[in-house]
């Protein structure tokens, strides 16, 4: 496991048992989450994925909080998902975000108009040509990148616009759109 990964599954751990924590962690997101809800335009009316909630989806609540939007959450580690699960209904959220056990590799993205792809999650091409076959046409995916990542190899099956995020662990936030068909 990437030490990025361990340090943010351990401070999003504890936020999870200690809700009085979020706040802080949302200084680091909020701007982030706000800048990604623009770039993809997401309203209510939109259902969105979070793949890659971790123990504390904090970016899938920031969305439902800016949009009023449904969210599900998804991460293919079960104790993240019992834990970000207990804070959802502690909250009182359970009616608006729903968290569950799945592999972003094997997910039916059919019924959402936005997919989120967390920084974390990984095998990251595989999940992104999961999404690429199972999304509806004009889906609009969110995907968290490292410095080191390029739009080199999306651009050929995407239409990419870059957000640059200048943070820490998030350099830029690519936001695709299935390319239309050619019909010939």
Sequence with gaps: MHPRVKVTRTIEKAGAMFPCLIGLYGLYY???VEQEV?????SAGDRVLCIGGGPLPYTALRIHTLTGA???VMDNDRSA???????VEKMGLANKLSVRFSDGQGVNAADFSVVHIALQVSPREQVLENI???APK?????????AEAG???LARRWLVNRV???RVAVDTTFVLRSKPEVVL
């Design 30 to 32: 909020n701007r982030l």
């Design 38 to 42: 623009a770039a993809a335009q997401i």
């Design 70 to 72: 449904h969210v599900t």
């Design 81 to 87: 998902v019992e834990m970000a699960s207990r804070l």
């Design 132 to 134: 690429r076959t199972t």
């Design 138 to 146: 004009g889906v609009r995916v969110l995907m968290r990148s490292p």
């Design 151 to 153: 739009a080199g190899q």
């Design 164 to 166: 640059k995020q200048r």
